[in-house]
């Protein structure tokens, strides 16, 4: 028996969706993945292709690395904070003529703290609090300072090498560099149902991943949803990011046009 | 937030160019040359160069735009028969552009025939709704 030639003929549909990063659920505390539907198809669809664009990487927000600092009372002039490749050095007088960048006025216990903590995020008055032509730190802030800790975050999440080191007399870190980070480690996987049309892609670079067929024709209306999954189900929000999702679908019960016999 | 779900739907655009290389024809010397216009917000999302026909040797073929000469394709050997798949890159273009086709290597000197196919929809084009 011979193939029975079909004469029907179709044009290929294409559902072109933009899904920006503040689409995406927040993961805080809930779940290390979440499915969402992305894109509508009726009964009958057969998707033939497509692809999974990361435009922007995309990134949520991790777990911040921390180091704390405890003192128990305030330091000696000269003695040094070490935060990544800034030194900061106690001073009992700032310098004047020439000022020197990075000094931190020692007065009460908590007002030095109070003072290391303004110098690292660049809030407080230099020339009062530190030394004029101190600049801020671009990857850490102090969360809180108090009379007996300064606790120092990385600004982002992940894993820090930011090195917090000190000579403090009468004070140290409880680690060595900010510890604790965690990325967010972005994958995004395309499905339909229980169907996976691309596997868990990580999405924290921007690249292109091909939809790969499964050849299933859909027995009703249903939906393409993306799997946006992260490392540990202590990340936070998508803070950044730009993907398309092309899906290239006929429908077997669509003809538009005959062509042959 | 919630995805919003686009419920416009467009079928593929395919455009399709074939040329001929070699001293006399269509692509006699090294350069850039224009293929295929499109246009504002396309979407390149497929499509394939073959070499029918070769040239002589040491001719290749980049296939990109006048921002990325090599967005789609790069270093594809004119003097051998085959099927070069174009690489999307998710590209939205701007404004009104062309696919364009470099050639390097050496001058072509040899007749050779080749076929471009541009396969690309348009950001915000509906033909109907679906879903």
Known sequence: MAITKKSGRQEEIVAYQIIDYSDL???????VGVTQGAISLPVGSLVIGGSLIVNTALETEGVKAVSTLTTSTVPSAAQVVVVGAQTYTYRAALSTGPTVPNEILIGT????????AAAINGSGVAGVN???????QPTVVVATSTQHTVV??????????????TTHGAGSFDHATLYGGLSGADTIAVKIGAEVYKTAADVTAAGIFSLVPTGTVLTADNTVDILHAVAASTIGLPIAGILHLVVRYI?????EWSQGV | MAITKSVERQELIVARVTGTLGTGYNVAVQGVFT??????????????????DVTSGSVVAAIGDSVSGTRYGSNINCNALALTALVPTGYKYPA????DITISGATPAAYGTFELVVEYIIDGRAEFSQG
């Open chain 2, 96 to 99: 009104q552009s062309t696919i």
């Open chain 1, 25 to 31: 659920t927040s993961l805080y505390g809930t779940a």
């Open chain 1, 152 to 165: 120092l975050t990385a600004y982002r999440g992940g894993v820090s090498t930011v090195a917090t080191t």
């Open chain 2, 35 to 52: 293929a295929v216009e499109i246009p504002q917000n396309a979407v390149v999302i497929g499509g394939h160069f073959v070499v029918d």
């Open chain 1, 251 to 255: 429908v077997t019960t669509r003809e």
């Open chain 1, 130 to 136: 530190y030394s004029t032509g101190t600049v801020s």
């Open chain 1, 109 to 116: 216990e908590a007002a030095t703290n109070a003072n290391l």
